[in-house]
């Protein structure tokens, strides 16, 4: 079985500074992704960023880039320069063939 | 414009009713899933479909039920079997890159 473990409930960062959302997971399956979706109050599943497990180079997309450390299971998301509209629940996720595991969360403040 | 749409938005049910949850896509794409939220908690899975015709339980599907008759359409039916049926509903499908693509939700609340 799939478990997707995300320790920091909350976290706040100030704007223009950068923040690290921490997630662990733990899988048997050789072939697999990973994912980093936002959540904000419109309650919108938004996909920030992916990172295929056989890809050693760590996926960036503009602002946002994650520290993926297959031999620990980390996938960590740093988010810089950090804006005001990055406030949200952020969600990590581990996919297999067919089902998507989802952590239970961090909830990210983004504070003047 | 391609996506995910959900209805209805806000959903309330009565004791002993069942309820049907919409979701249509026009994505293409072969894979659907119903997820449901509950407040502070992530994603849990209750039935997904690979494929018109065949579907999956997932974690979560007691007292709920799917059909997939069209590659476009996946509903989610919550049964009065269902002891707790009161959370935020999202579906979604898979894309080619194997990330998944979200409707907006429904909300159902029990009266």
């Known amino acids: 079985a799939q478990t997707v473990t995300q320790s920091q409930p909350e976290m706040s960062v100030q704007e223009a500074e950068t923040v690290t959302l921490s997630c662990t997971y733990d899988t048997s399956e050789s072939d697999y992704y990973l994912f980093w979706y936002k959540q904000p109050p419109s309650r919108q599943m938004i996909l920030v960023i992916r990172?295929?497990?056989?890809?050693?180079q760590n996926a960036t997309e503009n602002r946002f880039s994650v520290n993926f450390q297959k031999a620990a299971k980390s996938f960590s998301l740093k988010i810089s320069d950090s804006q005001l509209g990055d406030a949200a629940m952020y969600f990590c996720?581990?996919?297999?063939?067919?089902?998507?595991?989802f952590g239970t969360g961090t909830r990210l403040q983004v504070t003047l | 414009d391609g996506g995910i749409t959900q209805s209805p938005k806000y959903l309330f049910r009565k004791e002993g009713q069942n309820v049907t949850l919409s979701c249509e896509q026009n994505?293409?794409?072969?894979?659907m899933y119903w997820y449901r939220q509950d407040p502070g908690q992530g994603l849990r899975l209750i039935y997904y479909s690979q494929i018109v015709n065949d579907f999956q339980k997932g974690d979560i599907a007691e007292g709920y039920s799917v059909s997939r008759e069209k590659k476009e359409s996946f509903p989610l039916t919550v049964t009065s079997a269902q002891k707790n049926p009161t959370a935020f509903y999202l579906c979604?499908?898979?894309?080619?890159?194997?990330?998944?693509?979200f409707g907006p939700g429904t909300r159902l609340t029990v009266l």
């Open positions: 990172q295929e497990a056989y890809k050693q």
């Open positions: 994505l293409n794409h072969d894979a």
């Open positions: 979604a499908s898979t894309g080619f890159y194997n990330e998944q693509f």
């Open positions: 996720a581990s996919r297999t063939a067919s089902k998507l595991t």
